[in-house]
């Protein structure tokens, strides 16, 4: 007889751990929301009688870095389509207007090619691929911010605001005026792993044809999984027997939980978790954040040239603090066949009109400081000698491929209790 496994969450750290002990245990899956996927979010929209999707939480993947994300979509399937990842920037204190899809794009203000300080910020990001790349391997136990490393290199303000804070804040979905204190530890591997720390031959990006639920889809289909939809987990507690939750419905017992949650629920679930663990998760934060899904090109650039498959708005407040949002281009990323351009604006602090708005969501992103990254490495201690196991891609560095790596290392620890 089987083990019965319960997995709180159903993100890709949950979807994948699911599919992969699907054969050793009975398991339940227990999500808060009225959909499968955690940030794997897909919205089925209609123009008239024509049906197509646009995701708001995952969209994007490459075969580089993705490297059990590309194995998982092809033994369920997944089709995949090259799309764009061009970045652009609109600073509305300055007007500044860019976009990384070529130096016609890049000098699309054409008074800047005649800015001597414009040139110098082209140099600067040049210059920066080139002292990252240096100093990737030293800068791995760095206690240095984004901030600092820039200053000790000598780069200046305008360069940080209106291209690697930008960036950095468009990535992990974190304000601007958040990044600036972001590990340089973290950045820099990053832009490497991801190729953006290259002028020529970047990566190639891709989406999932169909939009990214369509693997969610097919691990259901693969599992015989009890699935609990609308059914938030309250309370978990571990015993030497076994595990009991309480939900918002029911109590259950199980013999194993993955709790594939945020570290912060997590933390509010658990009533016995010993207080070295208690410690060490609530180091890791997260930040709300609001994605509106619209059809309002007036918060787009005035510079049509410059629209980008990601674009960054940013200003500063009164008190001089950055204000920025994010906005995905979903139709270069998706290749919506439609009559309409759609995007997915990320904490957005320009009026989007209400009748061009389709959905608004609330999502929360890990918040990553130079003290919880040095302690990422101790999270993996949290899993060995218990029931209670914990996954998430706060693990790692935020990302789809970081969720799956930490869901399939509580894989391996199940398979050996099965």
Request: net charge neutral; charged share 20%.
């Amino acid at each position: 007889m089987k083990k019965k496994l319960a997995i709180v969450g159903s993100g890709i750290s949950a979807m994948g751990a699911a599919y992969y002990l699907r054969d050793d245990y009975e398991i339940t899956i227990f999500e808060k929301n009225d959909y499968l996927g955690g940030h794997t979010h897909t919205h089925h929209l209609k123009e008239g009688d024509h049906e197509f999707t646009v995701d708001s939480g995952f969209i994007v993947f490459n075969l580089k870095t993705y490297p059990n994300l590309i194995k998982l979509f092809q033994e369920l399937g997944v089709k995949k389509q090259k799309c764009s990842m061009s970045f652009g920037v609109w600073n509305l204190n300055s007007g500044l207007q860019y976009s990384s899809n070529s130096l016609f794009h890049f000098f699309a203000q054409t008074k800047n090619l005649f800015s001597y300080r414009y040139w110098k910020f082209l140099y600067e990001i040049v210059r920066f691929f080139r002292v990252a790349l240096k100093d990737r391997e030293a800068i791995e136990d760095s206690k240095q911010t984004i901030q600092e490393y820039c200053k000790s290199k000598g780069l200046s303000d305008y360069f940080i605001d209106n291209y690697l804070a930008p960036m950095s804040s468009a990535v992990w979905s974190t304000a601007q005026g958040s990044v600036y204190d972001f590990p340089i530890s973290i950045i820099i591997p990053f832009f490497y792993n991801h190729g953006l720390l290259q002028v020529m031959r970047p990566l190639q990006w891709y989406s999932v044809i169909g939009g990214s639920d369509d693997y969610t889809k097919k691990i259901v289909a693969a599992g015989n999984f009890d699935v609990h939809l609308s059914e938030p987990v309250k309370e978990v507690f571990e015993s030497g027997e076994g595990i009991k939750i309480t939900t918002n419905k029911a109590e259950y017992d199980f013999d194993y939980v993955v709790l594939a949650s945020h570290s912060d629920e997590s933390l509010r679930m658990v009533k016995n978790l010993p207080e070295a663990k208690r410690d060490l998760l609530s180091k890791f934060e997260y930040n709300a954040n609001t994605a509106v899904l619209h059809t309002d090109e007036a918060i787009m650039q005035p510079i049509q040239k410059v629209w980008s498959a990601w674009n960054h708005i940013i200003k500063k407040d009164d008190n001089s603090k950055a204000v920025s949002s994010t906005v995905y281009w979903m139709n270069p990323l998706q290749h919506t066949d439609t009559n309409n351009n759609y995007f997915v604006s990320i904490n957005p602090f320009r009026q989007i009109d209400p009748e061009k708005t389709i959905k608004v969501i609330n999502y929360q992103h890990p918040n990553f400081t130079v003290e919880n990254f040095a302690l990422q490495s101790k999270l993996q201690d949290m899993n060995k000698d218990t029931r209670m196991l914990f996954a998430g891609a706060y693990f790692g560095y935020g990302f789809h491929e970081d969720g799956l790596k930490s869901g399939l290392k509580v894989v391996e620890i199940l398979k050996k209790l099965k």
